[in-house]
């Protein structure tokens, strides 16, 4: 399994990025799709996962947008009204059958891309 992440960059507080996460060696339909972000000093944490259905962490409800496109095999990941606070190197995951917001559920991990974003 391969988990290809992109879309990272700097942008102002109140714009806007879109990740990216092209996933190959699994069967697409049958896994569960997360991504997470570790800012410096901190421990990685939940941003959004999908399966079927989305969730969030609250820190991002309402801003962040997840959808996966079954014909790309990719994950994206829709950041709007971005705060400084978002700073922090992305991640996408999988794991099979349902998602979870637990990161050590799961087993496959994508670099990471950075997301900066300025006051």
């Known amino acids: 399994v391969q988990l290809q992440a992109s879309g990272g960059g700097l942008v102002q507080a109140g714009g806007s990025l879109r990740l990216s996460c092209a996933a190959s060696?699994?069967?697409?339909?049958?896994?569960?799709l997360g991504w997470f972000r570790q800012a410096p000093g901190k421990e990685r944490e939940f941003v959004a996962a999908?399966?079927?259905?989305?969730i969030y962490a609250d820190s991002v409800k309402g801003r962040f947008i997840i959808s996966r496109d079954a014909a790309k095999n990719t994950v994206y990941l829709q950041m709007n009204s971005l705060k400084p606070e978002d700073t922090a190197v992305y991640y996408c995951?999988?794991?099979?059958?349902?998602?979870?917001?637990?990161?050590?559920?799961?087993?496959?991990w994508g670099h990471g891309t950075q997301v900066t974003v300025s006051a």
């Open positions: 999908l399966r079927r259905s989305g």
């Open positions: 060696g699994l069967t697409f339909s049958s896994y569960g």
């Open positions: 995951a999988a794991r099979p059958s349902f998602v979870t917001t637990i990161s050590t559920d799961y087993g496959y």
